[in-house]
């Protein structure tokens, strides 16, 4: 591999800005969600077009050189960032084409969820997106994209219908059920292995401007009954009811009760996505239940429903994550998460336990990449801290959590919410039959495994040997 340390290199054809080390804009373009990445590209390269992207892919092939994609930098593992290597920087591309009479979308690559929204909800449209505004699209939307919306919508990758894809050897092509429909069925949940995806045409629905939703919060010594009741109203629930449950520690905000702040409580996220009338008769139930401490559910700007968490995940704090499908909750199981959820080692840590079901569900197992369909609920166990010294106490935290959960799991995860766990993780995560079909494709459309700094499913050792004999 080209040593880029030292080497300054040309990118022919490259209309954007290229920052370098040393630059005044590196370190801020070069930092990620994830205080713990610290990596130094020895290129960024923020694109305005598909052909920019095509130029830093063909260098980076011809000179052996590491790449990485920066969409929105929000995955845990920093792999938006290379060390000595180029970092495709998406961000200057942020297009955006609605059309409100067939309800679908071009928008490129670089756009936040904050943003998509925004615009989608000028026509009273949305489709399922991140729960965190500052979440790119692209990263959510080839994990596959898990969101409020999911269980009326479907994932992200469900709605998609076209992508726009510069390929490892730099052919800008399309992706879709007629055209290149193996690549199609990859990037749907197969992450960013094969190729940079520089426009999402994305299917849309009628929703908002306002909806029902919000927050409960509860107090911890309520939280097994909470859980119970939950997990039964959520099996139970209409595909409109959105909700995920997060043990975390009360915020010192004004709107807390000043006994509660500091201490751990239960917030249940509720999003109606159908009319708010009818959702205030199913939500009832759950309003009741306690009652909750805190009540602030409410009729609300869908956009403000996907602003709820964002204080709570603030850039730059360190961060170790992991996840797991849930196959049954049952009360041991519910007693074991909270056990564990209730006594967080940091205050910024957020366990979750979210429902899946409804559309997700209703769609084939083989009909893309991603396949964990009939799990009923998904874990993520997000411990967040500032203090490095604090690093090994967080880590631990979460594999204990994790560890005893495993054994009501599914075996599979959601690719996006894992942190830097190995390959036979991400084999787990698919299982090995899809898995082996995913192999499959990444040897036809990126044999050499240039585009490797992800959750990386690699090419076969023939595929490998093929194309790069000296390897």
């Known amino acids: 591999m080209a040593d880029v340390r030292t080497t300054e290199f040309e990118l022919p054809g490259f209309t954007g800005e290229l920052i370098h080390p040393g630059d005044a804009t590196y370190d801020e373009a070069r930092a990620v969600f ?3 990445i610290d990596r130094k590209p020895a290129l960024i390269a923020r694109c305005t077009n598909a052909d920019d992207v095509a130029a830093a892919v063909n260098v980076a092939r011809e000179q052996d050189i590491a790449l990485s994609v920066y969409g929105g930098g929000h995955g845990v593992t920093g792999s938006a960032v290379v060390d000595a290597g180029i970092c ?15 309800r679908t979308v071009r928008a490129e690559a670089g ?10 909800q000028e026509h009273g449209l949305a489709v399922t997106g991140g729960r965190v505004t500052t979440t790119g699209i692209s990263g959510l939307a080839l994990g596959s994209g898990s969101g409020w919306l999911q269980r009326k919508f479907g994932y992200t990758c469900d709605n998609l219908v076209q992508a726009e894809v510069v390929t490892a050897d730099g052919r800008k092509v399309i992706a879709s059920e007629d055209e290149n429909p193996d690549l199609f069925w990859g990037l749907r949940g197969g992450g960013g292995n094969f190729g940079v995806v520089t426009a999402f045409h994305l299917r849309l629905h009628p929703l908002g401007p306002i909806v029902l939703g919000g927050m409960l919060m509860y107090p911890a010594p309520m939280a097994a009954d909470l859980t119970r009741f939950w997990r039964d109203f959520m099996l139970a629930a209409p595909d409109e009811v959105g909700s995920g449950m997060a043990f975390i520690t009360a915020p010192p905000e004004e709107f807390v009760p000043e006994p509660v702040r500091g ?36 009729r609300m700007p869908y956009v403000a429903v996907q602003q709820l968490i964002d204080a709570s995940s603030p850039k730059g704090l360190l961060n170790y994550w992991s996840a797991d499908f849930v196959a049954e909750l049952p009360d041991e199981a519910v007693d074991t998460f909270v056990e564990h959820a209730t006594k967080p080692v940091s205050p910024m840590s957020q366990m979750l336990i979210l429902a899946d079901g409804g559309a997700i569900a209703r769609v084939d197992e083989d009909a893309a990449a991603f396949g964990q369909r009939t799990a009923p609920f998904d874990t993520h166990f997000l411990s967040m801290w500032a203090d490095p010294a604090d690093t090994e106490l967080n880590i631990a935290y979460v594999r204990a959590i994790a560890t005893a959960m495993k054994p009501w799991t599914t075996g599979r995860a959601y690719l996006n919410f894992l942190g830097d766990e190995g390959l036979d993780r ?15 494709l990444k040897d036809k459309w990126d044999p050499r495994n240039l585009f490797r700094h992800n959750q990386n499913i690699p090419p076969s050792a023939d595929a490998l040997a093929a194309a790069d004999p000296a390897s």
Request: charged share 25%; net charge negative.
């Open 426 to 440: 991400v084999e787990a995560a698919f299982g090995p039959e899809k898995f082996a079909k995913l192999q499959a």
């Open 111 to 120: 756009l936040t969820w904050g943003e998509f929204d925004a615009a989608t």
């Open 263 to 298: 201490q751990p409580v239960v917030g249940v996220v509720l999003c109606y996505a159908g009319d708010p009338d009818e959702g205030e008769q199913v939500l009832r139930p759950l309003r009741e239940f306690g009652p909750p401490g805190m009540d602030m559910v409410d």
């Open 34 to 36: 994830n205080a713990m």
């Open 88 to 102: 495709i920087d998406l961000r200057g591309m942020k297009g955006m084409d609605i059309d409100p009479q067939a």
